[in-house]
């Protein structure tokens, strides 16, 4: 009897645990995600990467929706407000990312990262631009630095042999190419944020990152004079008129590849996306072939600045704080390094997870994921570091440095007044 | 001087306005012509070539971006939405602000001059920010992601310009007709109905043209409001071709050309009714 | 004696004052005025209180708002450059609509409302540029304001000429506001040519025949019974004008931002710039009801002038 009693107890729990594993195993799960690719191929990737997902974890849906930029900013930013995130959405880490995390609008990750070694995989540079205050809201999947893109042909045309590894040689070639007949550099400052590259980078030369930290922490100023003197040297570069006519008013999405893949322009200060664009917008599609060189941002002679430092950037996905633990798991899953190989060989993203460098096959980009993953001080470029509103001021203050409107102390002390507003 | 030179000359200086009216026409739609024509020409090429020679004849002509666009999945369903949005938003706001013009022109009452003005507060709001709390708002209404939330907010946009255009052709009515309607025994419905509206059509069609424009090119309410790319509009469309890093002119010339195509023959279609009407309205009691 | 619209004496009638009528009446403006009046409440006023209630605040754009800091928002709109630069460019933009774009639009009319051979040719070419959306318009345009002759149309007519160089339309900011202006007037004139057309259709042929056979000639006819009798269109098509002429924001956005350093700044892209761009929603709420209140100014006195007209009449 008690035998029996014994067996159907343990049948019965054996039934009821087979039971509420099999009703938790198909819990159906819904995944929203953002993103905002929408090249063909890059959309197939993402897609196919859940369409894998699913396939793995039926009880799962990923619903998958991809946006313009300007677009994507206004959609989220209505979201934002009711307060309701999506799962998965792109980010570019830094201050935009830090106010929704403030506001509580993002999932902590950081228990995730710790567990398996997770953490381990990423570069720690890239990881900490989606961190806040020590917390983790995200991972980066893309993350490069800003160089010269230039053409070796019209170089050689111009009579130089080398690239300038100083701020002076940079100046001295800008003349050369002027002599020649050649647009020295294509610009287009109506979008305002490939100028502030410019300065960012002479600030970051000359500051170093002990200036940037000084004045981000507010210990010091924007108003002190390694920032002075970065707007100083760009008037320099100004006076030289090296920019196609119009550059004011001159766009990154039209203009600059324009001009640089058909060849029209010397060079172009620009992120590890300019091949692409450079290339689709030549007449053949083709682009500059093998003529396109990359080379780093030159140093400023007396500047605190390392050689290694750079300027830079990236995409990522940051998680929305009522994402279900799949979604989590997701991210693993698409931060995998086959996935950061597959990315890479279309050109989707520099790799920041360990091991996927080699989907890198693009001599020049191979150049700046090296000079990225050796750089000991990456800054973000300012408008994404820095809350949005001194962003803002930096890319609206650098524009007027280019337009010869503002003084380097005037602008400097405008985006001082912004920070000092916002930064806390 | 002969009487033929004379005769010519008249008929010179009878004609001569005409002809310079058409020159002037002539002009004008040329000038008004160019960038629409070079849109078209841009469809016609590949995106290099847009971007690098953008005014040039597209020789030989390249089909593929029409193509392209035809055979993305979502282009019909897109279609189909902005359709029927279009159709709800027009119909609503033609009726809506008919029906709210009638009193404010046509009667006196306390307050009218209050709900006038405030009908109006429509122009004078941005939409950029008003859409934040509309947002909120249709969200407790649980109308997220669902073509009546957009179909009714873009109503409630375009009511004030419905209302006082109108306003200004219902007023232009005499009052001797309604006068003598109501002595034949007409109440305000019967002659709003009978008599305000047939009277109205060229009103009423231009207050249409301009809400079905509107309706159709709207990009900010279906962005907010809809998640489902199931229920995009055409506008949601273009996104496809913009990138973060480069856009894509050739591929969303033709998009727009194809989107235009449907929202300009249903424009000349319905003007073609409105105008049929036009005679029958022209009779007057 | 009574007058009615056309100036002709008429004998007026004993209006009836039926008791059961005028509540009758009652009920029928309320009913036509309430689903106006509520789609209005629900989704205009709404946004408007909150806009409101958030201009007091420094307010980031999402979570509640904390900071109630007042006025300052107000004060930092009326004291700041940028912004008085943005209301002057709005200022200029409804003069030269007024002065340019309006005259431009009637005058086609005219010409296209008569009996003219291939009218709903002309009547749809000219309203093709307000079919098309402002974005895809912004892109073209910014495509024919191109500084390079060899991919800017303008630019390549204009070197044709000998001894003139091309000009960079949007990046010099002499010329960018003039160059979004000449887009405003080429996407917008349609819209009041529109207006007109049906303005004109909706005057009685009888008319223009009684005056032809009383022999006034073209410029005679179009001074002294067209115009005046389309007199209520032009009124409104000049108030639309001027509010959208305050309003304007997608075409400036998308071709300059209200750059080159805010040469082409207006109160609406000056908005978007502190909402969507800094999150300083607080200080974009203030722009948006400052934005409301230089309308409504307009309005009321505008309406006010335009109603003493009517009533004269």
Same mark, same amino acid.
């Given at each position: 009897?008690?035998?029996?009693?014994?067996?159907?107890?343990?049948?019965?729990?054996?039934?009821?645990?087979?039971?509420?594993?099999?009703?938790?195993?198909?819990?159906?799960?819904?995944? #929203?995600?953002?993103?905002?690719?929408?090249?063909?191929?890059?959309?197939?990737?993402?897609?196919?990467?859940?369409? %894998?997902? !699913?396939?793995?974890?039926?009880?799962?849906?990923? %619903?998958?929706?991809?946006?313009?930029?300007?677009?994507?900013?206004?959609?989220?930013?209505?979201?934002?407000?009711?307060?309701?995130?999506?799962?998965?959405?792109?980010?570019?880490?830094?201050?935009?990312?830090?106010?929704?995390?403030?506001?509580?609008?993002?999932?902590?990750?950081?228990?995730?990262?710790?567990?398996?070694?997770?953490?381990? #995989?990423?570069?720690?540079?890239?990881?900490?631009?989606?961190?806040?205050?020590?917390?983790?809201?995200?991972?980066?999947?893309?993350?490069?630095?800003?160089?010269?893109?230039?053409?070796?042909?019209?170089?050689?045309?111009?009579?130089?042999?080398?690239?300038?590894?100083?701020?002076?040689?940079?100046?001295?070639?800008?003349?050369?190419?002027?002599?020649?007949?050649?647009?020295?550099?294509?610009?287009?400052?109506?979008?305002?944020?490939?100028?502030?590259?410019?300065?960012?980078?002479?600030?970051?030369?000359?500051?170093?990152?002990?200036?940037?930290?000084?004045?981000?922490?507010?210990?010091?100023?924007?108003?002190?004079?390694?920032?002075?003197?970065?707007?100083?040297?760009?008037?320099?570069?100004?006076?030289?008129?090296?920019?196609?006519?119009?550059?004011?008013?001159?766009?990154?999405?039209?203009?600059?590849?324009?001009?640089?893949?058909?060849?029209?322009?010397?060079?172009?200060? !620009?992120?590890?996306?300019?091949?692409?664009?450079?290339?689709?917008?030549?007449?053949?599609?083709?682009?500059?072939?093998?003529?396109?060189?990359?080379?780093?941002?030159?140093?400023?002679?007396?500047?605190?600045?390392?050689?290694?430092?750079?300027?830079?950037?990236?995409?990522?996905?940051?998680?929305?704080?009522n994402a279900p633990p799949e979604a989590v798991d997701f991210l693993k899953y698409i931060s995998s390094v086959d996935s950061q190989v597959a990315q890479a060989k279309i050109g989707l993203s520099l790799p920041v997870v360990v091991g996927a460098e080699s989907g890198v096959t693009d001599p020049m980009l191979k150049l700046v994921q090296q000079g990225t993953a050796a750089a000991k001080y990456f800054q973000l470029y300012y408008d994404q570091a820095m809350p949005p509103a001194v962003?803002?001021?930096?890319?609206?203050?650098?524009?007027?440095?280019?337009?010869? #409107?503002?003084?380097?102390?005037?602008? #400097?002390?405008?985006?001082?007044?912004?920070?000092?507003?916002?930064?806390? | 001087?002969?009487?033929?030179?004379?005769? &010519? &000359?008249?008929?010179?200086?009878?004609?001569?306005?005409?002809?310079?009216?058409?020159?002037?026409?002539?002009?004008?739609?040329?000038?008004?012509?160019?960038?629409?024509?070079?849109?078209?020409?841009?469809?016609?090429?590949?995106?290099?070539?847009?971007?690098?020679?953008?005014?040039?004849?597209?020789?030989?002509?390249?089909?593929?971006?029409?193509? &392209?666009?035809?055979?993305?999945?979502?282009?019909?369903?897109?279609?189909?939405?902005?359709?029927?949005?279009?159709?709800?938003?027009?119909?609503?706001?033609?009726?809506?602000?008919?029906?709210?013009?009638?009193?404010?022109? &046509?009667?006196?009452?306390?307050?009218?001059?209050?709900?006038?003005?405030?009908?109006?507060?429509?122009?004078?709001?941005?939409?950029?920010?008003?859409?934040?709390?509309?947002?909120?708002?249709?969200?407790?209404?649980?109308?997220?992601?669902?073509?009546?939330?957009?179909?009714?907010?873009?109503?409630?946009?375009?009511?004030?310009?419905?209302?006082?255009i109108l306003c200004g052709f219902f007023r232009s009515v005499p009052s001797e007709l309604q006068d003598a309607s109501y002595i034949d025994g007409c109440n305000a419905f019967s002659f709003f109905w009978r008599i305000l509206l047939p009277l109205s059509r060229p009103a009423l069609a231009a207050v249409g043209a301009l809400t079905m424009v509107t309706s159709w090119n709207d990009l900010l309410v279906p962005l907010v409001l809809l998640n489902s790319d199931s229920l995009w509009t055409?506008?949601?469309?273009?996104?496809?071709?913009?990138?973060?890093?480069?856009?894509?002119?050739?591929?969303?010339?033709?998009?727009?050309?194809?989107?235009?195509?449907?929202?300009?023959?249903?424009?000349?279609?319905?003007?073609?009714?409105?105008?049929?009407?036009?005679?029958?309205?022209?009779?007057?009691? | 004696?009574?007058?009615?619209?056309?100036?002709?004496?008429?004998?007026?009638?004993?209006?009836?004052?039926?008791?059961?009528?005028r509540h009758q009446d009652r009920m029928a403006i309320m009913i036509f005025l309430l689903p106006a009046l509520a789609l209005f409440l629900i989704f205009l006023v709404y946004p408007i209180f909150q806009s409101v209630y958030y201009s007091l605040f420094s307010w980031k754009g999402f979570g509640p708002a904390v900071d109630f800091i007042g006025l300052d928002n107000f004060k930092r709109i009326l004291t700041d450059r940028i912004f008085l630069k943005a209301v002057g460019n709005g200022?200029?933009?409804?003069?030269?609509?007024?002065?340019?774009?309006?005259?431009?639009?009637?005058?086609?009319?005219?010409? =296209?409302?008569?009996?003219?051979?291939?009218?709903?040719?002309?009547?749809?070419?000219?309203?093709?540029?307000?079919?098309?959306?402002?974005?895809?318009?912004?892109?073209?345009?910014?495509?024919?304001?191109?500084?390079?002759?060899?991919?800017?149309? =303008?630019?390549?007519?204009?070197?044709?000429?000998?001894?003139?160089?091309?000009?960079?339309?949007?990046?010099?900011?002499?010329?960018?506001?003039?160059?979004?202006?000449?887009?405003?007037?080429?996407?917008?004139?349609?819209?009041?040519?529109?207006?007109?057309?049906?303005?004109?259709?909706?005057?009685?042929?009888?008319?223009?025949?009684?005056?032809? +056979?009383?022999?006034?000639?073209?410029?005679?006819?179009?001074?002294?019974?067209?115009?005046?009798?389309?007199?209520?269109?032009?009124?409104?098509?000049?108030?639309?004008?001027?509010?959208?002429?305050?309003?304007?924001?997608?075409?400036?956005? +998308?071709?300059?931002?209200?750059?080159?350093?805010?040469?082409?700044?207006?109160?609406?892209?000056?908005?978007?710039?502190?909402?969507?761009?800094?999150?300083?929603?607080?200080?974009?709420?203030?722009?948006?009801?400052?934005?409301?209140?230089?309308?409504?100014?307009?309005?009321?006195?505008?309406?006010?002038?335009?109603?003493?007209?009517?009533?004269?009449?």
């Amino acid at each position: 009897m008690k035998k029996f009693t014994l067996v159907l107890f343990m049948t019965g729990i054996l039934l009821v645990s087979g039971v509420f594993t099999t009703l938790a195993a198909e819990a159906p799960v819904t995944i #929203t995600w953002w993103h905002i690719e929408i090249v063909e191929n890059q959309i197939a990737l993402w897609q196919g990467l859940a369409d %894998e997902y !699913m396939a793995a974890h039926p009880n799962v849906t990923i %619903e998958i929706t991809g946006y313009e930029n300007e677009n994507f900013k206004t959609k989220l930013t209505t979201v934002m407000q009711s307060g309701a995130p999506p799962d998965l959405f792109q980010s570019w880490g830094g201050g935009v990312m830090n106010e929704y995390a403030k506001a509580g609008l993002l999932l902590d990750i950081t228990a995730y990262l710790d567990k398996d070694g997770w953490r381990d #995989t990423f570069a720690p540079g890239a990881l900490g631009v989606y961190s806040f205050e020590g917390k983790n809201y995200g991972v980066p999947r893309d993350m490069g630095m800003v160089g010269f893109w230039y053409n070796k042909e019209l170089f050689a045309k111009a009579g130089i042999d080398n690239p300038p590894a100083t701020w002076t040689e940079l100046l001295a070639d800008v003349q050369k190419l002027k002599d020649a007949n050649i647009t020295p550099i294509a610009l287009g400052e109506g979008d305002k944020w490939p100028g502030a590259f410019w300065w960012e980078y002479l600030a970051t030369r000359i500051a170093g990152q002990a200036g940037f930290n000084a004045a981000y922490s507010r210990k010091g100023s924007f108003t002190d004079a390694p920032f002075i003197q970065a707007g100083e040297k760009l008037q320099e570069l100004v006076a030289l008129e090296p920019f196609q006519s119009g550059f004011l008013g001159a766009t990154w999405g039209v203009d600059e590849p324009t001009l640089m893949g058909n060849g029209e322009a010397a060079m172009d200060l !620009m992120g590890q996306w300019a091949p692409g664009a450079f290339n689709d917008s030549s007449i053949d599609q083709k682009g500059l072939g093998n003529k396109l060189g990359w080379f780093p941002f030159p140093m400023v002679e007396g500047g605190a600045g390392g050689p290694a430092d750079a300027l830079g950037g990236g995409n990522g996905f940051t998680v929305g704080k009522n994402a279900p633990p799949e979604a989590v798991d997701f991210l693993k899953y698409i931060s995998s390094v086959d996935s950061q190989v597959a990315q890479a060989k279309i050109g989707l993203s520099l790799p920041v997870v360990v091991g996927a460098e080699s989907g890198v096959t693009d001599p020049m980009l191979k150049l700046v994921q090296q000079g990225t993953a050796a750089a000991k001080y990456f800054q973000l470029y300012y408008d994404q570091a820095m809350p949005p509103a001194v962003g803002s001021v930096v890319n609206d203050s650098v524009q007027g440095l280019f337009a010869g #409107t503002l003084t380097p102390k005037q602008a #400097t002390q405008a985006i001082e007044d912004s920070a000092a507003q916002e930064i806390k | 001087m002969s009487v033929n030179d004379s005769y &010519r &000359r008249k008929i010179l200086k009878k004609n001569l306005p005409r002809i310079f009216q058409y020159i002037i026409l002539f002009v004008a739609v040329v000038i008004v012509i160019i960038p629409i024509v070079m849109l078209i020409f841009g469809a016609l090429k590949t995106r290099g070539e847009f971007m690098t020679r953008p005014y040039t004849l597209p020789i030989p002509p390249n089909w593929e971006n029409f193509a &392209r666009v035809l055979k993305m999945p979502g282009f019909w369903s897109m279609l189909l939405n902005s359709f029927l949005v279009m159709l709800a938003t027009t119909s609503g706001v033609i009726i809506i602000c008919s029906m709210a013009a009638f009193p404010l022109s &046509r009667m006196k009452f306390r307050g009218q001059n209050l709900i006038f003005n405030f009908l109006t507060l429509g122009l004078m709001f941005p939409i950029t920010l008003a859409i934040l709390p509309v947002y909120l708002m249709v969200r407790q209404m649980g109308l997220t992601d669902n073509l009546w939330g957009v179909i009714l907010i873009q109503t409630a946009f375009q009511l004030s310009i419905g209302i006082v255009i109108l306003c200004g052709f219902f007023r232009s009515v005499p009052s001797e007709l309604q006068d003598a309607s109501y002595i034949d025994g007409c109440n305000a419905f019967s002659f709003f109905w009978r008599i305000l509206l047939p009277l109205s059509r060229p009103a009423l069609a231009a207050v249409g043209a301009l809400t079905m424009v509107t309706s159709w090119n709207d990009l900010l309410v279906p962005l907010v409001l809809l998640n489902s790319d199931s229920l995009w509009t055409l506008p949601l469309g273009t996104m496809q071709f913009q990138g973060q890093y480069g856009v894509n002119l050739a591929l969303i010339a033709a998009f727009v050309i194809l989107s235009a195509v449907p929202a300009v023959i249903f424009y000349l279609f319905a003007e073609r009714q409105i105008i049929s009407g036009l005679t029958a309205g022209a009779i007057k009691g | 004696m009574k007058k009615n619209s056309f100036g002709q004496n008429v004998q007026t009638l004993p209006r009836m004052t039926n008791p059961v009528r005028r509540h009758q009446d009652r009920m029928a403006i309320m009913i036509f005025l309430l689903p106006a009046l509520a789609l209005f409440l629900i989704f205009l006023v709404y946004p408007i209180f909150q806009s409101v209630y958030y201009s007091l605040f420094s307010w980031k754009g999402f979570g509640p708002a904390v900071d109630f800091i007042g006025l300052d928002n107000f004060k930092r709109i009326l004291t700041d450059r940028i912004f008085l630069k943005a209301v002057g460019n709005g200022l200029l933009i409804v003069v030269f609509s007024l002065i340019i774009q309006l005259p431009l639009a009637l005058a086609l009319a005219l010409m =296209i409302g008569r009996s003219l051979r291939g009218r709903a040719f002309f009547r749809t070419i000219f309203f093709m540029p307000y079919i098309l959306s402002e974005v895809i318009t912004g892109i073209m345009w910014m495509i024919l304001y191109n500084p390079n002759p060899n991919r800017g149309f =303008i630019n390549a007519i204009l070197t044709l000429i000998p001894g003139i160089k091309a000009i960079p339309w949007l990046g010099n900011t002499s010329t960018v506001l003039m160059a979004i202006f000449v887009v405003l007037t080429w996407k917008f004139f349609g819209f009041h040519m529109l207006l007109y057309l049906a303005g004109l259709q909706n005057i009685p042929p009888e008319i223009e025949e009684a005056a032809l +056979i009383d022999g006034v000639n073209n410029r005679q006819m179009i001074t002294y019974i067209t115009i005046p009798l389309i007199g209520s269109t032009i009124r409104t098509s000049i108030y639309l004008s001027v509010l959208g002429s305050l309003q304007v924001f997608a075409l400036v956005w +998308i071709m300059t931002k209200g750059g080159p350093v805010n040469a082409s700044e207006v109160m609406s892209t000056y908005m978007y710039r502190f909402s969507f761009v800094r999150f300083q929603l607080g200080y974009g709420s203030a722009v948006a009801v400052v934005m409301l209140l230089i309308s409504l100014l307009f309005s009321l006195a505008y309406l006010r002038l335009v109603r003493q007209t009517d009533y004269l009449n």
